[in-house]
């Protein structure tokens, strides 16, 4: 992101519990306003890591298209979705579907993937009647926290992800990479360093490694980026977990997260990165209308458990190729 000092100022609220918050009486549409406070806007994000604008009254995905791609420029296309989103417009999408009464950890969007986006953009149309914040959390600030030993190794190993997929449960492969052609998925596959292995019925499996801390591509600063715990088994509830590894078997679950190694991460190191990020969590809850942005490389964000109806539109954008995001050589099919 880059500013300009002849960029409107914004009065912006801080709180150590909160992110930045703007509240704005936009003169006309809010299309109109993202146009003109745009470098604005951008500074406050590259300053403060996530800004939470209130006031611009988004009601559909229509306005926070325009709205997005007026601050953002062009919108990503997701790959390698976890779960199946519902397109709301051109790069908008619906937030990713999963129950209301669990949380959706902290995590970095898409940070298994080589291209990842810079910036998140986050619109509420619908706030809940209660929870359901879209909270944040700083990932350089979380870096610090851990334990030395073992955010160490996770910097000298990376983090494993694999996955399986089958027409039950999460994302389809053509839900992930965009098409079920075998030959086009393979392709995207050695192009995106995964190893992958079609087994006997069909199904596909791949495993990923990628770095767990990488160098901010603006500051240049450390950040602890990746889904080591929202994408491992023991973040998943109970007996979401007991039914999974019952049906699919410990090898078979639809994603899961290693050390770099490939040696298993216990509970009790999962429960350590939760509650690391549990300190260093700030929220505010959805107001309808509401806008949020995330510098998705600098910030983790979640979604806490809610009550009512909630409805969170979606956009990626500033695609980045981090030079440090991949520690291993290119992918080779086994």
Not at 154 to 164: A, M, N, Q, Y
Request: aromatic residues 8%; proline residues 7%.
């Amino acid at each position: 992101m880059s500013f300009s000092s002849l960029a409107p100022p914004l009065d912006v609220e801080q709180a150590p519990d909160r992110p930045a918050l703007v509240r704005v009486d936009p003169p006309g549409d809010a299309a109109s306003w993202a146009a003109e406070y745009r470098e604005a806007v951008c500074a406050q994000v590259t300053e403060h890591g996530a800004l939470l604008v209130r006031g611009l009254g988004l009601r559909d995905a229509t306005q926070a298209e325009a709205v997005f791609t007026r601050l953002a420029g062009p919108l990503m296309t997701e790959r390698e979705a976890f779960a199946p989103r519902e397109v709301k417009g051109p790069g908008v999408y619906a937030s990713t579907p999963w129950p209301a009464n669990q949380p959706m950890c902290m995590h970095h969007e898409l940070s298994y993937t080589l291209e990842v986006p810079g910036l998140m953009l986050f619109a509420c149309p619908t706030a809940p009647e209660q929870g359901g914040a879209t909270a944040v959390a700083d990932a350089e600030e979380v870096l610090r926290a851990l334990p030395t030993a073992l955010a160490e190794r996770f910097e000298r190993e990376g983090w494993l992800l694999t996955r399986s997929y089958n027409d039950e449960i999460g994302a389809s492969l053509a839900e992930s990479f965009g098409t079920d052609d075998r030959a086009e998925i393979e392709r995207y596959c050695r192009a995106s360093a995964i190893d992958f292995t079609w087994r006997a019925d069909g199904s596909l499996r791949t495993e990923q490694q990628r770095a767990a801390v990488v160098r901010h591509p603006v500051t240049g600063r450390r950040c602890w980026f990746n889904q080591i715990a929202f994408l491992n088994e023991w973040t998943l509830a109970p007996e979401v977990r007991e039914y999974l590894v019952d049906e699919y078997g410990a090898d078979g679950l639809p994603f899961n997260t290693r050390f770099g190694d490939g040696s298993p991460i216990g509970e009790d190191v999962v429960e350590l990165l939760n509650s690391t990020y549990e300190a260093h969590t700030r929220r505010e809850p959805w107001q309808s209308g509401d806008l949020l942005l995330v510098d998705n490389i600098r910030t983790a964000h979640s979604r806490e458990p809610y009550t009512g109806d909630r409805e969170v539109l979606v956009g990626m954008a500033e695609p980045r190729r981090l030079a440090d995001g991949r520690p291993t050589p290119e992918a080779s099919e086994r």
